[in-house]
């Protein structure tokens, strides 16, 4: 027989679960802000802390005077108001003197990295200044002398004339993790110590024209002014400097980049030490494998930097790298990206000897190539003008094909080739071709004709993606050319 409760046990032992259940919620309803949001953590502390040794810096720039335009043409029939435009173009070349236009300011941020005086922050803060103010955070000024700058990392250091000032304690950018909470202090707008906090969003950020610095990324909220400031860990240390920020209105967006300390520091000490900066460099240009480009070359996954340009007697040359070479480690770290590479090779010891494995026609390979200094200006193809129009000689996959004009080889600095003069259609549309490209190599071979072309397409299988090097003004590219 079921032994079944009672109905006015089963409502009582109801009303009591209503009871507990009420207290829970009021209990946690009183409970402090803080303690319900136990794993946020609390930044005043820490700003307290590492304030004093953030300052803000403003700049004097002169104002560039603009030359009136000398032969503008005023219509006749323009009345009384070309009558006066003209009389102001004839008086406008003496109407204001060279210092008739305000200075140009810009602010920006740094931090104190010694009590005797030495701060840091960003090259483009301080770039072409006639003049550097540094404010402290208790409203002394001084002026700043420019001790160093390297604009291929946008790092400046300064000095000022003072002792016994707070300082920053540096840690290691290498250690932070995705995720990581971070806060950024600086002058945004000219708003002095403002202080904003985020999370570490990504690591080893490669950015247009900044082949050197590995960014990381925050969603810290940066702007104007907050340009060279610090980038605190939750201990309190310096892990990176704010640079940048990607956005489509001025303002942010929730992508803010900033320059890793180990970076910066490294930077820092030799402008200290010899007032600039020497870049281990490798003498090649380099392109992303891309998924197709993978394929043509037999790898099972897009990975490492493609060799686009190998440069006469540079280190690499000297090694025996080839164009073609895709290079997947350097010393021992593996390269995913071809962002990887550069800061790599930058931050080897000028001399010493590095270890590069290579893939080439299938194989891996491991040569030792002697690091040498990067120059100012790297060596580069010379770019010419626009390939001259010369007589069609061939259509082949989408292309309309001919010899290449020695004065085009000249320009670019090449010495073989099949100039493209349209493309027609696909696969060349496909693969990315553009009219007045040059091929020079399909797969591992060069090109020397378009008879050789046609040759070379025919030894490769139908349905088969072959990568296809040509040489542009800017610089040579792989594409990959999939036959029908």
Partial sequence: MDIQTPFPMR???FRLLQLVLLCLLGAIVAMPASARMVNLPDFSPLVEQVSPAVVNISTKRKSPVADLPRNLQIPEDAGPLGDLLKRFLEQAPGMLPPDALPDAE??????????????????????????????????????????????RSDVSLLKIEATGLPTVRIGRSADLKVGEWVLAIGSPFGFEH?????????????????NYVPFIQTDVAINPGNSGGPLFNLDGEVVGINSQIYSQTGGFMGLSFAIPIDVAMNVVHQLKEKGRVSRG?????????????ADSFGMKQPRGALVAQVLDDGPAHKAGLRVGDIILAYNGTPIIHSSDLPPLVGNTP????????ILRNGKELDLLVRIEELPARPQQAEKGAQPEPSNREDSLLGMQLAPLPTERARALGIDHGVLVQSVTGNPARAAGIEPGDVIVMLGNRQVRSVKDLRQQLERIGSGRTVAILVQREEGPVFLALRKP
């Fill in 11 to 13: 409502l009582v032992r």
């Fill in 106 to 151: 810009s602010l920006g941020s740094g931090f104190i990295i010694s009590q005797d005086g030495y701060i840091v922050t960003n090259s483009h803060v301080v770039k072409d200044a006639e003049e550097i103010i540094v404010r402290l955070s208790d409203r002394r000024e001084f002026k700043a002398r420019l001790v160093g700058t390297d604009e």
């Fill in 194 to 210: 403002s202080a904003t906090a985020g999370i570490v969003s990504a690591k080893h950020r490669s950015l247009p024209n900044e």
């Fill in 281 to 293: 460099w490798l003498g090649v240009y380099i392109q992303e494998v891309t998924r197709e480009l």
């Fill in 350 to 357: 000028v001399g010493s000897k590095a270890r590069v494995r």
